[in-house]
């Protein structure tokens, strides 16, 4: 497969919310996920699809999530943007927030072995 | 100067149309340019301030903008993302198109030394 097959089936299921079934059936068992930003004491790194998956199981549960948009991909050799846009509240908080990303994915063997996401951690 | 303020004058240049003062104010004299695809025959990166510059200008020389978007910017670490959306017409073709493009830029010493531009190079 190339890349650009792989990223248009990463952001279809994006757009269909079912990021599980892309993590199980795009991403490499040994993926690394990257954040711009972390919690004090917190790692930016995830190593490893089964931390992956529960890192968005995680996420998911803290976020009501209103509306969404997935926008690319664009790619580049073996690697691809996507843009995501997310109208979310923060079930703890109670905190309604529009979230403004781009991811860069890298593609190598027909899986995704890392995702690095792009978003500003400034206040 | 954090990556994410040169992000935000890169993409402010950019919006202005003063593409050419961000090269000249932001830029490293050795920052390397990929582009995603390239004619038969012709380098996909081309490297220095000079022949950067240069390629701009061809491509300018080579357009006519209509309207264009910059969005943006998404950092992370010493990198940010940049998307870009012109509608154009290519002057020899006289054909009219809609650009979509990711632009990843790295910083290093508070100057852009590396710009890599994502879009899709099938037909």
């Known amino acids: 497969m190339s890349t650009m ?3 248009k089936k990463y952001v279809e299921l994006c757009r269909n919310n079912q990021n599980h079934t892309a993590l199980e059936t795009l991403f490499s ?3 690394v996920s990257v954040e711009a930003g972390a919690p004090p004491g ?5 190593r490893g699809l089964k931390a992956v998956v529960e890192k968005g199981k995680q996420w998911m549960e803290a976020h009501e999530v209103h509306s969404g948009r997935v926008e690319g991909p664009w790619p580049h050799d073996d690697r691809f943007i996507v843009r995501f846009s997310y109208d979310v509240t923060n079930k703890p908080s109670g905190q309604r927030f529009q979230m403004e990303e781009a991811a860069l994915l890298t593609v190598e063997n027909d899986k995704i072995v890392r995702e690095e996401f792009f978003y500003s951690t400034e206040g």
Chains 1, 2 share one sequence.
């Open 42 to 46: 917190a790692s930016k790194e995830v």
């Open 5 to 7: 097959t792989i990223a």
């Open 29 to 31: 068992p040994d993926v």
